[in-house]
């Protein structure tokens, strides 16, 4: 028998098989061309075997009986061939599903407002959207009245058809003004949610029953959260909004990930959100991209404007900046934003108060933007100081609940204790040493190696010697009673020193690891740290592969101000405390600007985690790369942090300017270095919280810092914090687990529930117990949250535009509302799936196989052949 005639059958089934029902085969093997090949190989090598089989058979057999055989084998061989190539049989189909709609109603504080300044062109437009003005016989000549509010002239109250008596038409022009007055001064009562809920439930123009009409609807409120809601709700006035919704934050975001979750679990799809806000936002969210995600899913939002853009008339604490801890006697600087809007020209009076008592009092001229003033708080009292902002009420305000705010700073009385080490007197070593010696707020201890000594005093002026006391490692000393060697420090400082002088990095490495320090690493010309050896150092180093980079002989004949590489901030740079000479960031920047520049640095590859604060800028106006210029780098490296300095030359930063700037940067650096030292805690543990004032529904992280020492000995210990109010400390109203870091094991940590104003109590909870009877605990201050929400009482409509924009929506108005309907997507949808057989490993051709195999056997038996 012909071999193709073996052949072409099982192709021929499977083809056939393949076009009456539509489906498709794709093999998965031919993506991988190596198998393949093998594949056909074997089979090949298999075949011959066969032929030669074949050729030695057919004299002990009849031929009828041999064709049978090598039938039969061939067949194999192709199913065998065809498992190989992975043969998978896919098709597609069509499921239909009711999408539906999610109708969210922000419910913030804002929301509250009544637009008392909004225009009579607003007012107008608004009371024909609440039906309370309007019908088919009177259309026309709204439309005329809106027209004339839009060109800011009298409406034309009785058109010249009506009556041509002089006096009729005065006495029906003023009662249809006074007729208009009276709806307006209805609509200046209405707050926006009240508007919103009108504008759902009217019964001359029901929009949630008609959307009920189309499918599937789901009522959500949201304001810091989104929570699902009922019909009833809206019906009841929005007054009882559960707690959880954090009415003083908006976060449209959160709106937008509503009813998602039942959408994964098999519900019918979302087919649209339609959002009843004023567009005020003030997460740290951006919308937009969460609009734009839901456009890629073909998903549209319909932003329903509120409230009037025009500014109000308000005077409002608009946001506090202030530090959480300071240290005693310090200058901790508070940077207050008042919000005037409506009152330009007019004297705005701003109290600081600390106890009900005032501290300092600020007055300027109101100019209709915001005013940033600043405040020196008091700090010469050790504790927790509580001071308030408030601001004078002047007559016409849209609202008087945001003329205030209070917070707090935790005054500590503490040094930070600060290591210097270094080679010799070269010129960073002076005047650093100098900047840390004036200042009263550090306790420095100086390590320099070489320096002149004629043998004339006792000993050197500054110490020689790095001493390290080391213990011997048993077992059976106790925790308590074993000390690291450098525990009492909150910095330390390596500048250009030999490794002949400094070969114990394990210390260092465990300081920082383990207790939580900072490590500064000042690059150096001669040795540090091209010369060291050290895989430790390696380790702690933020960069990698280093290198010389030399600006003195480019612009060498230029005025010393100008030689050199200067800096420029990145902007995590700008927002670390250490990098900050003034409180306004643009200033900010230009001093960083025209700070003298650097003649030589060491250049590096970033390693994952580090990140760069201050990057430098060619003097020849090179292009920039933040990454590979990085000048300053900071790392997170177990509890503490490397900080990498690819200079030798901070001190020409006194170029003219004496010790303004230089010393404020290293005496910034210490404090910044010592930041933990409010944390609560023992040796073997500190527990602390990223923020200890807060406002309502705002994050905070509760933080557990190990020593790897502790986690060696207890490596399955658990942490958890109870909650309790300070009034009641024994009464626990909360409590949660702290979570391992994957990346930090020494580091537990998880973020706070949400807690209602008030003052608390958190406790560190761990098994096993290491407080030992002495409870390890910190304060938690949660304040109500009224000015980041009313700081600004304007809707935002391009904010909405641009969420409907990115979506493929559209923002509508209380007037074009209606539009609604025509707008929205059929929530009927037709989604396509895909099914798939995989047929190589399919029972039945397993089953063919072996089928065609036992047929075989049994006849080469039944011929006698072996």
């Not at 107008?124 to 009177?138: S, T, Y």
């Not at 991209?289 to 009037?308: H, K």
């Not at 007019?346 to 600390?354: A, G, I, N, T």
């Not at 986690?711 to 109010?725: A, E, G, H, M, Y």
């Amino acid at each position: 028998m012909p071999l193709y005639l073996i052949i072409i059958p099982p192709i021929l089934l499977f083809k056939i098989f393949a076009d009456m029902s539509e489906r498709h085969f794709q093999f998965n093997s031919f993506e991988l061309s190596g198998w393949t090949i093998v594949s056909v190989c074997a089979v090949v090598l298999a075949l011959v075997t066969i032929v030669l089989l074949f050729r030695y058979e057919r004299r002990l057999v009849a031929p009828k009986v041999g064709n049978i055989l090598i039938a039969l084998r061939v067949t194999t061989l192709i199913f065998i061939l065809l498992t190989f190539l992975e043969p998978v049989l896919t098709w597609s189909f069509n499921t239909e599903k009711t999408g539906r709609l999610v109708v969210a109603v922000d419910v913030s504080d804002s929301m509250n407002t009544q637009d008392r300044h909004a225009s009579d062109l607003e007012k107008l437009q608004l009371a024909r959207a609440l039906k309370m003005i309007g019908n088919d016989q009177i259309n026309d000549r709204l439309d005329r009245w809106e027209n004339a509010y839009s060109l800011k002239q009298e409406p034309p109250w009785v058109d010249e058809s009506e009556t041509a008596n002089p006096e009729k038409r005065a006495q029906l022009g003023a009662s249809r003004k006074q007729n208009l007055e009276e709806i307006f001064a209805e609509i200046d009562k209405l707050s926006r949610k009240e508007i919103a809920q009108k504008l759902l439930l009217n019964p001359a123009n029901p929009i949630l029953e008609k959307l009920q009409q189309r499918g599937q609807v789901d009522l959500v409120l949201f304001a810091g959260e989104a929570v699902s809601a009922e019909k009833t709700t809206l019906e009841t006035g929005l007054d009882q909004v559960p707690d959880q919704v954090h009415m003083g934050l908006s976060n449209l975001s959160q709106a937008l990930k509503a009813s998602t979750g039942s959408s994964e679990s098999g519900a019918s799809p979302i087919s649209g959100y339609i959002l009843l806000t004023d567009g005020r936002d003030n997460s740290q969210l951006n919308p937009v991209s969460t609009a734009e995600q839901l456009g890629q899913m073909q998903v549209p939002v319909y932003p329903v404007i509120l409230g009037s853009s025009h500014q109000p008339k308000d005077i409002s604490v608009a946001a506090l900046d202030y530090p959480q801890t300071a240290f005693k006697d310090d200058k901790p600087l508070l940077k207050a934003r008042i919000g005037t809007s409506g009152y330009e020209g007019q004297e705005v009076r701003v109290v600081l108060k600390q106890n009900d008592r005032e501290v300092a009092v600020k007055n300027f001229k109101s100019q209709g933007i915001s005013k940033l003033l600043e405040f020196e708080l008091n700090s010469g009292t050790l504790g927790r100081q509580e001071f308030k902002v408030e601001t004078n009420l002047l007559p016409g305000e849209t609202r008087d609940d945001n003329n205030e705010k209070s917070f707090a700073i935790n005054i500590v009385d503490d040094k930070s204790r600060v290591l210097l080490v270094e080679e010799t007197a070269r010129w960073e070593f002076r005047f650093l040493h100098n900047a840390l010696e004036r200042d009263k707020r550090i306790e420095l201890q100086q390590v320099l190696f070489e320096q002149p000594y004629m043998g004339l005093l006792p000993q050197p002026f500054f110490p020689n010697q790095l001493l390290i006391k080391t213990q011997p490692d048993n077992e059976q000393l106790n925790l308590e009673e074993k000390t690291h060697p450098f525990a009492d420090k909150d910095l330390i400082i390596i500048g250009d020193v030999s490794p002949e002088h400094l070969e114990n990095w394990e210390h260092i490495q465990t300081f920082v690891a383990d207790q939580g320090g900072t490590l500064v690493l000042l690059a150096g010309k001669k040795y540090l740290p091209l010369a060291h050896q050290s895989p430790i150092l390696n380790e702690l180093l933020p960069l990698k592969n280093l290198k010389v980079v030399d600006w003195n002989q480019g612009n060498f004949k230029v005025p010393p101000a100008e030689r050199g590489m200067r800096l420029q901030l990145t902007p995590e740079g700008e927002a670390e405390p250490l990098f900050q000479f003034d409180v306004n960031p643009a200033t900010n920047r230009d001093i960083w600007k025209q700070l003298p520049g650097h003649l030589w640095f060491l250049q590096g590859e970033l390693k994952p985690g580090a990140s760069v604060l201050a990057y430098g800028i060619s003097p020849f106006n090179a292009p920039l790369d933040e990454e590979k210029d990085g000048v300053i780098i900071q790392r997170q490296y177990g509890s503490g942090k490397v900080i990498w300095i690819g200079i030798d030359s901070t001190w020409r930063w006194r170029y003219r300017v004496g010790d303004r700037y230089h010393h404020r940067f290293w005496g910034q650096l210490a404090r910044w270095a010592a930041r933990n030292k409010a944390s609560a805690g023992n040796e073997f543990v500190k527990f602390s919280l990223s923020k200890t004032d807060i406002d309502a529904g705002e994050i905070t992280t509760a933080t557990a810092r190990w020593t790897q020492e502790y986690l060696n000995r207890f490596p399955d210990v658990k942490t958890s914090v109870t909650i309790s109010k300070a009034s009641e400390p024994d009464k626990v109203i909360a409590s949660f687990d702290l979570n391992r870091q994957k990346n930090q094991p020494v580091i537990h940590e998880a973020n706070l529930p949400s807690l209602p104003a008030g003052e608390y109590q958190l406790k560190l909870i761990t098994s096993p117990e290491v407080a030992e009877g002495k409870e390890i605990t910190t304060p938690l201050f949660v304040h109500e949250i009224k000015t980041i929400e009313l700081g600004n009482l304007t809707s935002n409509p391009q904010l909405l535009s641009e969420m409907a924009k990115s979506s493929g929506g559209k923002m509508l108005t209380p007037g074009t509302l209606d539009q609604l309907l025509d707008l929205l997507p059929n929530l009927s949808q037709e989604t396509t799936s895909q099914d798939e057989i995989s047929l190589w490993d399919h029972w039945l051709i397993l089953t063919l196989i072996m089928g065609i195999l036992t047929v075989e056997w049994a006849i080469r038996k039944l011929n006698g052949l072996p």
